[in-house]
C-alpha cells in the first residue's frame, strides 16, 4: 500500500514569494491534515478536511495561508506571500476518519525562506 | 503551560538498556494515547496507541497510561541503535471538537 505522498521534498524561496505544497493521501482516507512542525517541536496542526470539506482551520493563518482539497483526495497548501518565520517542515497526514486515531504522515516538505 | 509536555532531552543510552520516555499532559479530556517514532527527515509514524489506563504491550514497546496522573509512558527493552530516533507523544480528545496534541518529542541516541 502506498503511503502519504508529498511534494516537493524541499524548497528554497526568497520573502515575499508563494509557495505550494501538494499532498496525496492514502487512497480510501477521508481525513486528512496539514501539519507544521518546527524544529525541536511536535506537530501542530494547520487545517483539518473530512473529504472535500475544511472541518478545522482555525490555526491556519488565513492572510497567508490558503489550502484546497479539491474532489476529496489531493490537497494542497499555499502561502502568499512567504516570510521568514514560515520556515519548517510541512507535513501532511491522513486517516480513514476524524473518528480513526491512526493517522499515517507522509515525509513532509521542508521549507526553507532567505 | 502546554497542553502536553515532554522533556526533549536528547537521552543517550548504551545497547541493550532499557529506556523510558514520558509525558505529562493537564487536560483531563484526552482520551486517546499514542506514541510516534521519527527518524531525521522523516514524517512520524505510530508506534502505539492506547485508550484506557494501563499498558499496552507490542514486541520490544511498552506503553503506559496513568490516566489519575495525567501520565504516559513509553517502554524500549533492549534498545538498539536503530531506536535512535525522536519520540513524540500525542493524544486525542473528542470534547468540544476533534483535537489532537503533540508533545515537542524526545531525542533518543542508543550507542552501540
Known amino acids: 500500500e502506498a503511503g502519504v505522498v508529498q511534494s516537493p521534498r524541499y524548497k528554497i524561496i526568497e520573502k515575499k514569494q508563494p509557495v505550494a505544497f501538494w499532498c496525496n493521501p492514502i487512497s480510501g482516507h477521508n481525513t486528512l491534515y496539514w501539519y507544521l512542525q518546527n524544529l525541536g517541536q511536535g506537530p501542530e496542526l494547520l487545517i483539518r478536511y473530512e473529504n472535500e470539506e475544511a472541518v478545522d482551520d482555525s490555526q491556519l493563518p488565513k492572510d497567508r495561508f490558503s489550502a484546497e482539497r479539491l474532489k476529496g483526495v489531493d490537497s494542497t497548501l499555499k502561502i502568499q506571500p512567504a516570510e521568514l518565520g514560515d520556515s519548517a517542515v510541512y507535513l501532511c497526514?491522513?486517516?480513514?476518519?476524524?473518528?480513526?486515531?491512526?493517522?499515517?504522515f507522509g515525509p513532509g516538505t521542508r521549507l526553507t525562506v532567505l | 503551560q502546554k497542553e502536553v509536555e515532554q522533556d526533549p532531552g536528547p537521552l543517550s543510552v548504551p545497547e541493550g538498556a532499557i529506556v523510558s520516555l514520558n509525558c505529562t499532559y493537564s487536560n483531563s479530556a484526552f482520551q486517546y494515547f499514542m506514541w510516534y517514532r521519527q527518524y531525521s527527515r522523516k514524517g512520524p509514524e505510530l508506534l502505539m496507541y492506547t485508550y484506557s489506563s494501563g499498558n499496552k504491550e507490542d514486541g520490544r514497546f511498552t506503553a503506559q497510561v496513568d490516566k489519575s496522573s495525567k501520565y504516559i509512558s513509553l517502554f524500549i527493552r533492549d534498545s538498539q541503535p536503530s531506536d535512535s530516533a525522536t519520540y513524540l507523544c500525542a493524544m486525542t480528545a473528542y470534547t468540544g471538537g476533534f483535537k489532537t496534541i503533540f508533545g515537542a518529542g524526545t531525542r533518543l541516541f542508543v550507542k552501540a
Open positions: 497526514a491522513s486517516s480513514l476518519d476524524s473518528g480513526s486515531d491512526t493517522q499515517y
